[in-house]
């Protein structure tokens, strides 16, 4: 009985020693996000025309993404945005979608954000 409970001792003392150090290599790891490279901020575009706006980051936990447009959400009458990973992509241009374009990229360290001043010119 007192080996048996020995032997559950040495067991929890080596899961513990083990989880403490999987604790620390994964904390380790942790990355606050940073955009993948340098962005560009304005852009001009014609009546018509489409364009991709892209916040590619990195980070660890995996950042989330959040688009607004002039502090709020981004509404279109026609044509709704498509959403990719790191990106918002607009068809058929017009007038009303002039303005300032946020990505919002957080995770539990952290948040980046970018805007970008689109001009859409007739």
């Keep these: 009985m007192l080996r048996q409970f020995l032997v559950f001792l040495a067991i929890c003392a080596f899961t513990t020693a083990f ?9 380790a790891k942790r990355i606050a ?3 993948k490279r340098k962005l560009t901020n304005v852009l001009m575009k014609p009546v018509g025309s489409s ?4 916040c590619a980051a990195d980070g660890n936990p995996t950042p989330n993404i959040t688009w607004s447009k002039n502090n709020g959400p981004i509404i279109r009458r026609y044509f709704q ?3 990719g990973k790191w990106s918002v992509y607009f068809e058929e241009l017009g007038k009303p979608d ?4 946020t990505c919002l990229v957080c995770n539990g360290l952290g948040c ?3 805007t970008f001043v689109l001009t859409v010119v007739e």
Excluded: C, H
């Design 51 to 54: 364009v991709r706006l892209k």
């Design 112 to 114: 980046i954000s970018n």
């Design 81 to 83: 945005p498509r959403y």
């Design 33 to 35: 996000p940073k955009f």
């Design 19 to 27: 989880l403490q150090d999987k604790i620390a290599e994964d904390t």
């Design 98 to 101: 002039d303005g300032n374009y």
